[in-house]
């Protein structure tokens, strides 16, 4: 599996965009670039994935890099709710639908 | 609705006791996977399974553990002969199965389990 990077936390004011980073510098082609979030005592909730475009829900935007070794969630808004651990997840090796979980990062939104 | 439910919540258990957990996925999902959670870490893949079929299993998954799912539907976790080392959220998640959109996993509010 390719590995992620994120930092470890992260603070951002209520009402401003959340820019949460994470590093794939290992990542092959045919891999997609998911983003999990775990709310305090909740289990994980799926947020969005990509490949190669930018993607955009209801939830948040994924900008890829070009090169595909980066990525950065966006939150447009964060609100006290959007407080989670937020986490970066390449997909798991041929044949398997496992996800693999870092550590991820720590998002505070502060009011 | 619908979402993945798991029972029970909580469990405190002694030592060398056999605990059983149960998973009930979204009701058309025929994925279903499970995982463990310990303080101030991600969830590990555990198990994994299509309908009935058990396919994949982690090196995590001693042979304490045993997971079932007869019918496709529900799922069962067992752990014999309990340690404190496996104190632990278990989170059950499942999926549609249909290629990218698997990855699309649905959890469950997981089963915090405690042994003294």
């Known amino acids: 599996d390719a590995k992620t990077t994120q930092p470890t936390s992260m603070d951002c004011a209520e009402g401003r965009a959340a820019n949460l980073p994470c590093n794939h510098s290992?990542?092959?082609?045919?891999?997609?670039v998911y983003w999990y979030r775990q709310i305090h005592s909740q289990g994980p909730q799926y947020i969005i994935h990509?490949?190669?475009n930018n993607e955009t829900n209801e939830m948040a935007s994924l900008i890829i890099t070009e090169d595909r070794k980066s990525s950065t969630l966006i939150l447009p808004h964060a609100t006290l709710r959007d407080t989670a651990v937020y986490y970066c997840?390449?997909?798991?090796?041929?044949?398997?639908?496992?996800?693999?979980f870092g550590k991820g990062t720590k998002l505070s939104v502060i009011p | 609705d619908t979402g993945v439910s798991q029972d029970p919540r909580h469990k405190i258990t002694k030592r060398g006791q056999n605990v059983t957990f149960r998973c009930d996925p979204i009701?058309?999902?025929?994925?279903l996977y499970w995982y463990r959670q310990t303080l101030g870490q991600g969830p590990e893949f555990l198990t994994y399974?299509?309908?009935?079929?058990?396919?994949?299993k982690s090196r995590l998954l001693s042979d304490r553990f045993s997971a079932e799912r007869p019918k496709g539907s529900f799922s069962t976790l067992e752990i014999q002969r309990t340690e404190q080392g496996d104190s632990a959220m278990y989170l059950c998640?499942?999926?549609?199965?249909?290629?990218?959109?698997?990855?699309?996993?649905?959890f469950g509010p997981g089963t915090r389990l405690t042994v003294t």
């Open positions: 998640a499942s999926s549609l199965g249909q290629s990218k959109s698997s990855y699309e996993q649905y």
């Open positions: 290992t990542i092959s082609g045919n891999e997609y």
């Open positions: 990509g490949l190669k």
């Open positions: 997840i390449v997909r798991a090796g041929a044949g398997s639908y496992q996800l693999t």
């Open positions: 009701s058309e999902h025929n994925r």
């Open positions: 399974f299509q309908n009935e079929a058990q396919l994949e």
